[in-house]
């Protein structure tokens, strides 16, 4: 949650940054009308006020939604907010395993683990385990996959 | 073992229009004096050199149980394809290859990727056979063991395939001919001409005369200096014709009547004489007129098969087919079954090569057999989606003043209710016991036939719209064909329901979570 939460800050952050930028610019603009070249600073804050209660909101959403589960040697995973998105993967179909860790995600000791098959539509990654987590997991469904393997497809 | 050395013919003539522009540079650079020709000369040359050496570089060979091409000219490279990954030959005989009667042999690696592919551009037709006899009579791994259980397993359907056909573990491999006692070619299908005449309803080819006086425009532009026209005459002639519109006007009418003759044209050039038969195991479709093309298709690879259909076409009742292969690079072209073609003869021709769907499967006019429809919410959803965006367009429109494309929108958005309730009349899903099937789409409706072995996972979808109209997008991985086949707006039982019927082991326990 703390994850979704700082990549939301970072979004938003950019956004009004690049806002920022482009008001000081904007100060130089003809065609515009002359309340807002005169006060060139409510490009940011309007930004910002359209932004923030999605940030805000979205995480804990987020942290309601997604779950997942491994049992019966098949990898259920859920996800979204808005949208929701439910996976179901068995392990014999699973082709790579990934562990990733962005450098968010290395600050708060989570994970992310990418199931792959060989279907773009079969493919779903789990994120923000915490590491311990989400190596284990990612060991036993490559070790689960490997024994399981059925060359279906 | 080298290619044809009458590539070298082909080659030169194939590399000519790559050449012809910095070779004419050469020549109007040096204004045409000796020393110019010399250069050019020196540049045909070199391109001869280059293609010879590049022949004589290029050998592929079957060593054991795997294709070996090898590349020496500056690297040196060999690509090791094993023969059991080989998925599909494909050979085709473009217009000059089949002048001096070679032919271009593809292999289907499913690696995925165009650079993954084999490629055997020009050996002699009875080399193709001979290779595609020898790449193809092999089976995946564990099969040598005898010919029966070749037949058995690899031909999967039992019946058209012939009797048992005895190929000798160790003749592939070693050349010779093509393997004699492989009999077992079954014609599914040799198409009629009188098909042909469908063509032009299929659309693919309508834009053709357009595309060519595009491209003649084009040519005329980037070689008018060198045929002494100057884009000033060239202007000159666009603004004589925008002063006299008639001529402009009757020639786009000349091209929009060209339409459906071009376009059947093309459609029977590409199209020509084409067969569907079955030899050990494959599925091979032939087609072209001038570019005359052999797809094999593992059969233990196809994993189903997906009808489309656009509006004219259902009301003449025409269908078009495809496999739904694993691996298979290129499905759109290689998979291709039939042309276009009456829908009754191609559920038997798809229920005969492949497999039935449905209950009643075996008879020929299972419409939409086992499918069931979606609930009314869907309905409402599709019809929103159809007209909706167009009202937007419109009310914006109607802000603005745009009078023009206030009528053009809500003329589009008129349109858009026939659309919604036919796609939602589209929308469908069912499971036979063994392959599920899912249809969706109005102005090209596509079904899709796909057996349960090759789901590699379900993917539900529910956007907030859907959530508070309780519908729910469910998605087959499939790991053959498009990926994925959604069957759009379920109910959200339905839709949950059909996933455990399918796959009942995978979902059950998980069914009251979602």
Redesign the interface.
Known sequence: MTLWFLEGVMGLLFMVGGAALLSLWVGSWSWLPDWLTARPWLLPVAVAAVLLPPVIIEPPLRYAVHRWELSGDIVYARSGWLSREWVFVPVGRIQTVDKTQGWFERLLGLATVEIRTASYAGSSSIKGLDYEIAARLAEDLSHRAQQLRDDAT | MRLSPKVLLIDPVRMLPSLLLPLGGVLVAGGFSARSFLFAAMGVAGSIVFAVIRWATFTYTIVGDRLELTRAFVSRSVRTIPLERIRGVDVSTPPLHRLFGLAVVKLDTGAGGDKQEGELNGVTVEEAERLRAILLARRPSPPRATSEAYNGTAAGVPGPTGPAAGVPAGAAGIPGGVPAGVSGEHYFIRVPRSWLRYGPLSGAYLLTPFALVAGAVGLLFQWGDEFGISGKAAWAIGEWLWDHPQYLIAGVIVLVLAMPLAGGIMYAVFNWDFTLKARDGYLVAERGLINRRAVSLERSRI?GYELAESPPERVAKLVRLWAVV??LGDSETRGQLLPVAPKADALAIAADAIAPFGPNAGSTHTNAVGLRPHPPQARRRRLFRAIFPWLLVAAVAAVLGWGVVVAVALALALLGIPLGLDRYRSLGHGYDGARFSVRSGSLRRTQAVVER????????????F??SSGLLTV??????GS??Y?ALDTGERQGVEF?AEV?P???T??IT??
């Open positions: 994993r694993t691996g072995r090759a789901l590699v996972g379900w993917t539900f979808k529910q956007t907030w859907q959530r998605i087959a991985g499939v790991g053959a990926g994925g959604s996933a796959t082991e995978w979902l326990q998980f979570h979602p």
